[in-house]
């Protein structure tokens, strides 16, 4: 089958789950001593939704602050062998405000890093190519730092502050804090300025402005100007 066939081919199964919601909502994370795994995930303040004991069975559910997305760890849940679970990802909008909390609840982290080159340097087989430090132009899902929990699961860090094209719908734009929340409003700011000194005047419309610049940074469409 030819690659024009094979793309024609995606596209029509793609169309063809519209309007069918598929939210991953949880990851399962391989451990080897459930209650340690415990006071680990709420020493990062993470929520407790669940801890549930049936027999030989034991299931522990955190979430993120924020996240749509949970994590379980317990007996007799997965084969995965503990500490197998690499590159989980966790979006931020400000990694060094992140890394910093992080620090004071006493967990070790890595310094902010971003690659010489693509983005491969967040795992730890393209180390070699981390560099200390932002990205440059502190560009969206550039930066990076890490941590460990106590069997070896890898949690990333990543500062993603405007969207790729599509990755967000403009009814699916929340924010997971009143700090995100925050944040977005900070940049609309320092963008209108540069958008009311090219008018020449005053934008009483202000709020509308706002609103359109942070519903199109978090849904990747093209920012007001």
Not at 104 to 112: A, F, K
Not at 132 to 148: C, D, I, T, V, W
Request: charged letters at 25%.
């Amino acid at each position: 089958m030819s690659t024009t066939e094979d793309s024609s081919r995606g596209s029509s199964l793609a169309a063809s789950t519209d309007g069918v919601d598929m939210k991953l909502e949880v990851v399962i994370v391989p451990v080897s001593d459930v209650d340690r795994a415990k006071e680990f995930y709420e020493q990062l303040g993470w929520r407790l939704d669940a801890d549930v004991v049936d027999g030989d069975f034991r299931l522990v559910q955190f979430t993120p602050p924020g996240a749509g997305c949970s994590i379980q760890f317990g007996t007799n849940l997965t084969p995965a062998s503990p500490g197998s679970a690499q590159g989980l990802h966790l979006v931020v909008s400000d990694i060094e405000a992140a890394r910093d909390d992080l620090v004071r609840r006493g967990v070790e982290v890595s310094e902010v890093y971003h690659c010489a080159t693509g983005l491969s340097c967040r795992f730890d087989t393209w180390a070699n190519n981390r560099v200390s430090g932002l990205a440059p132009g502190r560009s969206s899902y550039g930066s990076f730092a890490s941590f460990r929990d106590p069997d070896g699961n890898g949690w990333l860090l990543q500062e993603v502050r405007a969207r790729f094209p599509g990755r967000v719908g403009s009814a699916g734009i929340t924010f997971g804090s009143a700090g995100d929340l925050a944040g977005a409003l900070r940049r609309a700011r320092t963008a209108h300025g540069a958008h009311e000194r090219h008018m020449g005047e005053e934008d009483a419309s202000w709020p509308d402005w706002y609103a359109a610049y942070i519903a199109a940074e978090q849904s990747g469409a093209e920012l007001p100007r």
